[in-house]
Structures are given as C-alpha cells and as structure tokens.
C-alpha cells in the first residue's frame, strides 16, 4: 500500500515538473524522508499526505483510490461496467481507449 501511495505521489511530483528537492522545501520533509515515502519504505500521516495533495494539486482520492475503499465509489452502473473492462488492460491499451473516446465526445459535440 505504501509503495502504490508513494508511486502516486512521485508521478504527480513529476508531472509538476518537480525534482523531490523541490518538493521537500514546499512541503517542509526532509529530501531523505520524502524520498522515503516515493519509494514505500516509509507510510505517513493522513495529515501528511493532504499536505502533500495541496502542494501537488492533487486529491486524497487521487492517491487512495482502490486502496482503502471496499465500496466503489462510482455508482453508475455503465461506468462501473466499463471501468471493469478497463481494468485487466496494461496502460497502453488503457490510454488507446481514452484517446478513442476524447476522439468520439470532440465529433459528437461539433
């Protein structure tokens, strides 16, 4: 658990454009500790972590989906249905049916 938290927030570092250094200073943990927490050797606080998702731009979602909830949280029963399908793909799959349906909503909404 700790680990798929820490990959969450390593990839939302990284799509601000932020080395773990810079992290570090807006956040106020250590470089050591941050990297700790990246690489799942360390878990952290509830409080922790929503500071991290402020400075992110994330959400508590964003980092715990799946991982605490045994409820889905979506309940809509299509989209269950489709996030079911979705599942067992590998990302590049995932990513062809995104961009199909980005595709699909921009010539229907012309």
Do not use: W
Request: glycine share 4%.
């Amino acid at each position: 658990m700790d680990a798929l938290i820490g990959k969450r927030i390593c990839q939302a570092r990284k799509a601000k454009f932020l080395t773990q250094e810079d992290l570090s200073e807006l956040s106020g943990l250590s470089v050591s500790a941050f990297s700790r927490i990246e690489t799942g050797r360390n878990s952290t606080s509830l409080k922790t972590l929503a500071h991290l998702c402020g400075v992110l731009d994330v959400t508590l979602n964003y980092l715990l989906y799946d991982i605490l909830a045994e409820q889905p949280i979506v309940q809509n029963p299509v989209v269950m249905d489709v996030l079911s399908m979705l599942e067992p793909m590998d990302e590049k799959q995932q990513q062809f049916i995104l961009d199909f349906i980005k595709l699909y909503i921009s010539s229907v909404t012309r």
